[in-house]
C-alpha cells in the first residue's frame, strides 16, 4: 500500500491568495492531508498549487485533485498550479485537468494570473 | 532509490501524451470506428453530476498478496466482465497507452466504446473514457491490504457524459454500472478461492451541478453512433 510521503505547507502570499506547497507523493494516502490543507485556506479568492517539490502522482492522486477542483470551484475559488515538471505538465494534458486548473511556470506568473501581486 | 529507478517510477506508468485515441487493432465483434479519433473524457469533461463510486470486496482466509491480485486482473480483465458485455483487452494487455474496446448489445442496438489504460503499476490501473463512453471519468483499479486480508477495489470517479445518459441514470444506468462492478469483484474473488465474498459499494455525490455547456457531447452518444452505422457506411465508406 502507498505510504503517506507527503509534507504541506499553506501560506498566504498576498491577501486573499493563498499557497499550498506540495513535498512528496500525492496518492490517495493523502486525501486526508490534502483537504485538511484546503480548509485552511477556504476563505482565499485564489488557491495556487506549488508542484516545485512534487515527487510522485499517481492516478488516485488526480482523482483527489479532481476533487479539490469540485471544491474550490463551489466556493467560487480561482484554482492555479505551478512548478509542474514537463511530464506532469502532460499528465495534466493528457487527463485534461488543465480546462480547468490554470497552469504556470513559477509563482510570479500564478499570481500575476491570480490577481495578486507580490508588491501590491 | 536511484535515480534511474526514480524516474521509471514517475514516468514509466502513464500512457504517453495524446489527445485523441487510435485503434492499432482489428477485434472481432467491436467496431473500432467508435472509437477511433475520439478525444479523451476526463471527470471534468462530462454532463452530469460528478460521482465518486467505490467498490470493494475483502479476501479474507485466503492468501494472496495485492500484487498478485493486480497480475491476474490485469492479465484476464475481460474475463471477469459480465457475459453482456465484452472486453476486448489489447493484445499487450492492460498496459499504458493501449486502448481497449468495449462492446455491449442493449435494445437491439450493438453499442460500441472503449477506453485508454491511462496508469498501471504493480497494485493499480486506471481506464480513462473518451467522448461516446457513457461516462467521463476514470476508474481506478487497485488491491491493498486492510485488517490483514487483501481487498480488492474499483473506484470510478464519473459523470454521465450526455443529457441522455443523465436522465438514465436514477433508473437504469447507476443499478447497470453497479451491477458490472459487483459482478467483476465476485468473479475475482472466486477466481482467489472466495466466492462467496460480499462485495460493497459507495457511491458518493461530488459535484451535484449539471455541466450545461457539455451538452452538446450527446452527439458522440454511442447509440447514436449505432443508430447512424447503416447510413454512414452508405454515405462514407470505411477506407474513403
Known amino acids: ?120 | 532509490m536511484g535515480e534511474a529507478a526514480r524516474k521509471r517510477r514517475v514516468e514509466g506508468q502513464w500512457a504517453s501524451p495524446t489527445t485523441s485515441l487510435h485503434v492499432h487493432e482489428s477485434v472481432e465483434g467491436a467496431d473500432p470506428g467508435a472509437v477511433e479519433g475520439r478525444r479523451l473524457s476526463g471527470p471534468l469533461q462530462g454532463f452530469g453530476k460528478l460521482w465518486q463510486k467505490t467498490y470493494r470486496v475483502h479476501l479474507e482466509g485466503v492468501a494472496v498478496s495485492p500484487e498478485q491480485v493486480v497480475a491476474v486482473w490485469k492479465a484476464d480483465y475481460g474475463s471477469f466482465w459480465p457475459a453482456t458485455s465484452r472486453f476486448c483487452a489489447p493484445f499487450s494487455g492492460v498496459t499504458p497507452g493501449e486502448v481497449a474496446l468495449i462492446s455491449d448489445r442493449r435494445g437491439g442496438l450493438q453499442l460500441s466504446t472503449g477506453v485508454l489504460v491511462l496508469y498501471a503499476d504493480e497494485v493499480s490501473f486506471t481506464f480513462l473514457c473518451p467522448q461516446g463512453h457513457p461516462f467521463a471519468g476514470m476508474i481506478t483499479f487497485s488491491a491493498h491490504v486492510d485488517g490483514g486480508h487483501t481487498v480488492a477495489q474499483v473506484q470510478a470517479i464519473i459523470r454521465a457524459q450526455d443529457p441522455l445518459i443523465e436522465l438514465s441514470m436514477p433508473f437504469y444506468t447507476h443499478r447497470q454500472e453497479d451491477r458490472v462492478w459487483q459482478h467483476v469483484l465476485s468473479t475475482l474473488a472466486a477466481r482467489f478461492g472466495a466466492p462467496d465474498a460480499q462485495v460493497s459499494a459507495e457511491a458518493v455525490c461530488v459535484d451535484r451541478k449539471r455541466q450545461w455547456r457539455r451538452a452538446g457531447n450527446v452527439r458522440h452518444n454511442a447509440g447514436w453512433y449505432a443508430l447512424m452505422r447503416p447510413f454512414r457506411r452508405r454515405t462514407s465508406p470505411p477506407d474513403a
Open chain 1, 1 to 120: 500500500m502507498t505510504e503517506d510521503t507527503l509534507q504541506i505547507a499553506v501560506r498566504e502570499s498576498v491577501p486573499g491568495v493563498t499557497v499550498i506547497d506540495i513535498h512528496g507523493d500525492i496518492t490517495p494516502a493523502v486525501e486526508e492531508q490534502l483537504m485538511s490543507a484546503y480548509r485552511d485556506c477556504e476563505h482565499a479568492r485564489a488557491i495556487l498549487l506549488n508542484f516545485e517539490a512534487l515527487d510522485y502522482l499517481n492516478s488516485g492522486g488526480i482523482g483527489l485533485l479532481v476533487t479539490l477542483l469540485v471544491r474550490a470551484q463551489r466556493h467560487q475559488q480561482q484554482l492555479h498550479a505551478y512548478g509542474l515538471s514537463d511530464h506532469y505538465r502532460q499528465i495534466f494534458e493528457l487527463t485534461r485537468l488543465d480546462d480547468a486548473i490554470a497552469i504556470h511556470d513559477d509563482e510570479v506568473s500564478a499570481l500575476s494570473a491570480a490577481g495578486g501581486d507580490r508588491h501590491g
